[in-house]
């Protein structure tokens, strides 16, 4: 293998495709992502009620844009590759919303699996 | 414009005849591996609904089954797959550079990492088939021939879930923790809906019901192992299905890092043409972009 130095003329040539990302780059953003792996591992060991949920997705949500973003090129790249991307995310969250909402408005009376309204419930009930 | 003769010369070897430059054949791949990459977001998407409404119906059992998981384990093969991102990427930039030898070397990292993981994943799965942790009801039956108990001392209390750990030993003589609920509890987690959605009754007697007076036999499913936490083999399906889909991407992901080193070390890519290695990291990210998600998800919280 030869590493010579690409010539002013190469480069320009050359590099007129893609966007090249400095190995120092990509490091600083893997670092991150594993002191945010041990974070996110860090946190969850406290009983914090429904924020665990939150946090953690909020840690991954951050790690998966370093990710996007620094080793996947989208911060250079052509921003219609994002608009592609981004809007398969968008149509991900409406359609958990969506579930989410409908699953929820029949809770109470039809999914008793639903023990904590359950339990809420029959607390009233049943003082 | 007409193309000039000396265009012709220039027409390098990887360039297909129905591009008229490198620059529009990188981009076009480029968009075609985007547009792949947001099918595979929506592929999993699918089963995160799953696991949102389950969750939301069912918080308690995903408490129980996390603790059947081993976080190291977990944490360790995120750790891996981060790795080799970033081996990954910085193959690409090699390549983007000219340099065969470090492009090589930073595919290599990817693969092992790969080959890693799956690895650790194996182990984690047949760790769980000996404790007779399945998908699906086999989740309540002691493993076939074995007459070990799980019963032991509390050790430690789940906050919140009103779980205790059972430790005891396994069919293999290893050392076994398991959940186990309480009966003063009987109604942390209840059996499948009754109602238009008709979920499955058929194994359970008209009188196991949900009844008001919220006794425990009432709510345990009749195949269900008194050690093992009603419903967490609910857990369990998704569980399996959700890793097993991200480990089937991770051995596509060993089969292109493979056919991308060959390429390498036959010096297909350069600086010019390294739109394989780009595209090909492009997909091992997204298969770490999943795996981040699901730790936490499923070991974590």
Do not use: C
């Not at chain 2, 998981?69 to 193959?91: E, H, K, W």
């Not at chain 2, 390549?95 to 595919?107: D, P, S, T």
């Not at chain 2, 690895?119 to 984690?124: G, H, L, R, T």
């Not at chain 2, 399906?237 to 036959?266: D, E, P």
Request: glycine fraction near 8%; charged fraction near 15%; hydrophobic fraction near 50%.
């Amino acid at each position: 293998m030869t590493d010579t130095t690409p010539s002013p003329q190469e480069t320009t040539e050359h590099h007129s495709v893609g966007h090249i990302v400095p190995v120092r780059i990509l490091a600083a953003t893997g670092i991150a992502l594993l002191i945010l792996t041990v974070f996110t591992v860090w946190i969850a060991g406290f009983d914090l009620g429904n924020l665990n949920i939150w946090a953690a997705l909020a840690i991954a949500a951050f790690k998966g844009s370093l990710v996007v973003l620094f080793f996947m090129h989208l911060r250079y790249d052509r921003p219609f590759n994002g608009v592609v991307f981004v809007t398969s995310l968008a149509l991900v969250a409406l359609f958990i919303s969506f579930a989410l909402t409908d699953t929820r408005e029949y809770a109470p009376d039809i999914l008793p699996g639903d023990a904590t309204e359950v339990q809420k419930q029959l607390a009233e009930v049943q003082p | 414009m007409t193309v000039s003769p000396a265009h012709a010369h220039e027409h390098p070897d990887f360039l297909r005849h129905h591009f008229n430059t490198p620059k529009q054949q990188f981009e076009a791949g480029k968009l075609g591996m985007w547009l792949f990459l947001a099918t595979e977001v929506l592929l999993f998407g699918g089963l995160f609904v799953g696991y949102s409404v389950w969750r939301g119906n069912h918080p308690e059992m995903f408490k129980a089954g996390s603790i059947f998981l081993n976080t190291n384990l977990g944490a360790v093969n995120t750790a891996v797959l981060i790795l080799s991102s970033i081996t990954m990427a910085a193959a690409v930039t090699m390549a983007q550079r000219n340099k065969r030898g470090a492009l090589m070397l930073f595919l290599s990292l990817t693969l092992a990492g790969a080959v890693t993981f799956l690895v650790i994943k194996y182990f984690e799965y047949t760790h769980k088939f000996h404790l007779g942790i399945y998908p699906g009801l086999k989740f309540y039956e002691k493993p076939a021939g074995d007459s070990h108990t799980l019963s032991g001392s509390l050790v430690n209390d789940a906050g919140g879930v009103d779980l205790v750990l059972v430790k005891g030993t396994g069919p293999l003589g290893q050392d076994v923790t398991v959940a186990d609920t309480p009966e003063a509890e009987p109604t942390t987690v209840a059996p499948a809906a009754i109602g238009p959605a008709g979920l499955a009754q058929d194994a359970l007697e008209p009188g196991d019901r949900p009844a008001d007076d919220g006794h425990a036999e009432h709510l345990t499913h009749p195949l269900q192992d008194p050690h093992r936490p009603a419903n967490v083999h609910m857990f369990f399906n998704i569980y399996y299905l959700m890793t097993g889909l991200h480990g089937v991407h991770v051995a596509a992901g060993i089969g292109v890092l493979t056919w991308l080193l060959i390429g390498a070390a036959k010096g297909r890519f350069s600086s010019a043409y390294f739109t394989p290695v780009d595209l090909g990291g492009l997909y091992w990210h997204v298969v770490d972009l999943i795996w981040i998600f699901l730790f936490p998800l499923f070991y974590l919280i």
